[in-house]
């Protein structure tokens, strides 16, 4: 009794490789159960066991499976030896051996074939060369060996013309494999030469191994033959038979190639290629079936419809073939270009009846008719997402209903009987909408089609809905200014009149723009679009677009018709004018003290000031050290308040006003670089106020203002200073080449300050932003500038006198010069007048440095090289402890503390990575298992610095050590001293003013923190593209800027840390920002996701322009979302407004070409019962026939015995090892290589 045991689909497709080709493809459906049971194969045939082991002759075991069929793997790379005699040896010259031509040869080759080559002289002088390498590369290098070392000869060889393309083989393959095979070259005479010579040039012995070959290729083809039979073409398909099963019958008996011209190919010519017996054999065959067809076959010619002939041909042919297989005739159908309807039947005559029945019944199963249509009505006839064509297909499915674009006619294609109904249908249709349907064209300019659709299409669907007719407006990509409308006939006249009335309307309107400074946008748009939604309200036919804040345009466009542009226009002015007015700002200096008794008692004073002058007034944060009031408002208010706030300083001081008069071309000299000469003046002189007037106003007045004591010291010092001034105003002018200028400057401005100080001219270099980057300008009295001038165009002679010079440099060190991109060399180049530095190659032991530029460069960069080399030589490596929290605040923002201790004393500095915080806090390491010694590793001193701590400083000892005190210097230091609490108040002071002269008079406090609230949603636009936007505001204010961790509770606190002031400025920087992005909104839009691809467009290109265009944000739905169509636009609300217009206005064009577009494919593509239906029809019943899949399934398996037990999974029987290492059998040959 056989047992059945079933696997899954996972275990046959592991295991099918071990089946034979019968047992895959066994049938699944038989007679019986026991055929069918019979036909699966065994478990062993399924799973063959492993062979037991047998003791081998030697007494050795070695197991003999499978695995001793595995051929070894042979090496990829070859080693052959070639000999050269030395009779045949080009180069004979014994005592030039490895230095002359020979040797370069040999490189050569080398560098050529990528093989590797050993020569050696024998005792006869014959030459051995040993070549290494992979085969293809080998035989290259044997070629080249030959042709270049060994001495040449040459002979021809004779073979017939038409054997020369053997030899050459396809694509030449064939004569490049005999060219590497003998080491020859051989020349083949062209195809329009008439010789049949053969030239062979190279060595004696190649020349006879390719003169072999040659004639063995030829003797080959002699042997061939190639027979041509001219046969009539009508009787080709008697000679293949159907579906070509005469044809490879033949060729399968004789064992000839036979060609016969497929029918597209009016050639009579049969070829039969192959050995002369077999060729005659076939000739005989084709030649005795063609005098047979042509004495036992007649003719008749019928007429069918042209337009039939496809359904005589069938699918590819095989109508034709099917009637030549079931009939033995042949039919003969005209081609495709002729006009002929005449086909014609060849055979024999008892046959043709039947073929003509089966000709004709295949003709005329189908028809093709076409009914007159308007193009413009096929959408019409479609019915909406094709409902009116569905109810005559549902009717006669095998009709195909072909649409054509463009044409005024339908296509019907089809049975006889179901295209005379459907075409009668169709018939009636377009009778009944030319009847009551119309069209008209109207031509508008396409920068107005938007305008005619309307915000979300509001006003083309009115004009849809009220007139009862279609609009179709084309797209922006197509350019064209047609716009159709289809309907009743009444409906479409009234559309057209409206349509031109407002595109007539549109081309009154008008484009202005406004120029508006950037700074009162803000102010004219108002928080969160409020102030200019009133403006778009008054003027609803205007459109106001304002520009993006980052392109710093002034241009604010208006666009509507003409008059209310005007209007808007006036209106907008005025509010601009009345912004300008009141913006007037004036800051007036006044002593701190006074502050609060400006403000008065409750703000009374002040309150007072800005309500009758009607300006606004701010004053200084209490804690800071800025005495300016700012006033802004109109300029007249502004004065009065200025004045009333003065006079209140006066009647409180003995303050006095004094002007003095100093030419105003001196105003900016004596003012200083950001103020900061007038500034020690006004310090100087016990806080005096200098007020210089506006530049460019031409006014020579400044006013001091302050006791009157420090106001007579400030204006003599001013005086003194303009004087001084006026007498050093002489200016002159050179030019040196700007690689010559750090030169000129020194190091650290050395070179350059000792001509200020001997001749007292100030010289000015100029800077990356100037023109003319030659131009040095000395400025000073007129003696000092004719002697700084006369000291620089001396350095400058000398650094046009060009030098070499070369210095011995230790190769051990060259790497630090060149390393990192030469940045070391760049460096001296630029620092010492572009003296050029050349190190010598690599591989060179060379320790000879080259320098070439001016002398004095030369001999400054030599002696500043030298001083690296010391410093390399003495150079230490020192460890600073310093714990990892203040690694950070070391650093400074972006390691500019530690590069300015890098600079200044020229050390390198690396600090360590940072702590796994896990690691760090996780419980001590298991204990590991011993070392190879077997015992346990150190343990670690507790009193060991941690890794993380250590900051490495390598460079000469003195400046590491001082390098390491700047380091801990830079550590955060907290001190505590104990003070009775009764005394806090007095080192406080009155308001602080204790604690801020401390702090003032010993180190600032750089650790001033602050926090900001901002909502986390607007981080990453404070932060920008790669950090931009953040990075820019820790430069600007240097301060330390820290966004919340992902884990951080607070995720709305951004931590500022550095110099309060500083601190505040980067606070309010941020704020700017969040205030802009708040006025920001978000809108959600619905658009139809099948358009969503065409307006996001290739690439994203085009939703790029959008958001350009319209300055907004647009967030398309990922795939998986809940709403497909949900698309959200972020911007400015005029913006988003704007931007959904346009959208929905996209919308609406693509999805009435998507509509229509899916209707017209659904009628245009071959309908599933065409000519080729019946092709595959009876797979599906044979699939469903099969039930469902078994699997693998195998006879007599293990565990399908129910007397066997189950094997133990932990039993050394059931599952035995495969034996102990068997020991390598010896061999007199030595081991295996695989």
Known sequence: MSSVAVLTQESFNEHRSGLLPEQSGAAVAGPSVKEEEDALPTYKDAFPPLPERAATPDGTQETANAWTKIRPLKSSIITQVFHVPLEERKYKDINQFGEGDQAKVCVDIMHKTGAHLELSLAKDQGLSIMVSGKLDAVMKARKEIVSRLQTQASATVAIPKEHHRFVIGKNGEKLQELELKTATKIQIPRPDDPSNQIKISGTKEGLEKAKHEILLISAEQDKRAVERVN??????????????????????????????????????????????????????????????????????AVEVKKSQHKYVVGPKGNTLQEILDRTGVSVEIPPSDSSSETVILRGEPDRLGQALTEVYAKANSYTVSSVSAPSWLHRFIIGKKGQNLAKITQQMPKVHIEFTEGEDKITLEG??????????????????????????????????????????????????????VTVRIPPDNEKSNLIRIEGDP???????????????????ERTKDLIIEQRFHRAIIGQKGEKIKEVRDKFPEVIINFPDPAHKSDIVQLRGPRTEVEKCSKFMQKMVAEMVENSYSVSVPIFKQFHRNII????????????????????PAENSNSEMIVITGKKVNCEAARNRILAIQKELANITEMDVSIPSKLHNSLIGSKGRLVRSIMEECGGVHIHFPNEGSGVDKVTIRGPVEEVEK?????????????????????????????????????????????????????????????????????????????????????????????MNVDPKHHRYFVARRGQVLRDLADEYGGVMVSFPRTASQSDKVSLKGAKECVEAAKKRMQEMIEDLDAQVTMECVIPQKFHRSIMGPKGSRIQQITRDHNVQIKFPEREDPQAAHSEAPAQENGEANGELKESVDPEAPKRCDVIVISGR??????????????VPVTIEVDVPFELHRYIIGQKGSGIRKMMDEFEPLRSFKLTITVDPKYHPKIIGRKGAIITNIRTEHDVNIQFPEKNDENQDQITITGYEHKAIAARDAIQAIVDELEEMVSEDITLDSRVHAR????????????????????????????????????????????????????????????????????????????????????????????GPSKGFVVREAPWANPNEKAPDMSSSEDFPSFGAPVPTKTSPWGPKRF
């Open 415 to 468: 049975p006889t009987k179901d295209v005379q109904m459907v075409q009668s249908q169709i018939e009636a249709i377009v009778i009944d909408l030319v009847s009551r349907m119309d069209y008209a064209e109207i031509t508008v300019d396409p920068k107005f089609h938007r305008h005619l659709i309307g915000k979300g299409g509001v006003n083309i669907n009115r004009i849809k809905e009220m007139h009862k």
């Open 600 to 619: 008065g008692k409750g703000g009374s004073n002040i309150k007072k000031i800005r309500e009758e002058t009607n300006t606004k007034i701010d004053l």
């Open 714 to 806: 400030a204006k003599q010092q001013l005086l003194a200073l303009a004087e001084e001034k006026q007498t050093k105003s002489h200016t002159a002018e050179l030019h040196a080449k700007p690689e010559y200028h750090k030169f000129l400057i020194g190091k650290g401005g050395g070179n350059i300050r000792k001509v200020r100080d001997s001749t007292g001219a100030r010289i000015i270099f100029p800077t990356p932003e100037d023109k003319d980057q030659e131009l040095i300008t000395v400025v000073g009295t007129e003696e000092a500038v004719r002697e700084a001038q006369k000291e620089l165009e001396e350095l400058i002679k000398s650094l046009d006198n060009i030098v070499e010079d070369t």
């Open 1095 to 1186: 307006i996001i467009g290739a690439r994203g290109k085009g939703i790029r322009k959008i958001m350009d265009e319209f300055k907004v944000d647009l967030r398309f739905p990922q795939s998986g979302a809940a709403d497909p169509n949900l698309v959200t636009v972020i911007g400015r609300p005029e913006h988003v407004d704007e931007a959904i217009d346009h959208l929905l206005n996209l919308e609406e064009e693509y999805m009435a070409d998507v509509a229509e577009n899916e209707a017209k494919m659904a009628h245009m593509r071959p309908s599933g019962g065409s000519v080729a239906a019946g092709g595959g029809g009876g797979g599906g019943a044979s699939d469903e026939s099969r």
């Open 957 to 970: 000892k003195e400046r590491c050590e001082a390098a390491i005190e700047a380091l801990k210097a830079l």
């Open 490 to 508: 009444q409906g479409v006249q009234e559309a057209k009149k409206e349509l031109l009335e407002l595109a007539s309307r549109m081309e009154n």
């Open 231 to 300: 046969i009539d073409k009508v009787y080709h398909p008697f000679i293949t038979g159907a579906f070509n099963k005469m044809v490879s019958e033949m060729a399968q008996d004789t064992g000839a190639r036979i060609n016969v011209p497929p029918p597209s190919v009016n050639k009579t010519e049969i070829v039969i290629t192959g050995e002369k017996e077999q060729v005659a054999l076939a000739v005989a065959m084709i030649k005795k079936v063609y005098e047979e067809k042509k004495k036992n076959t007649t003719t008749i």
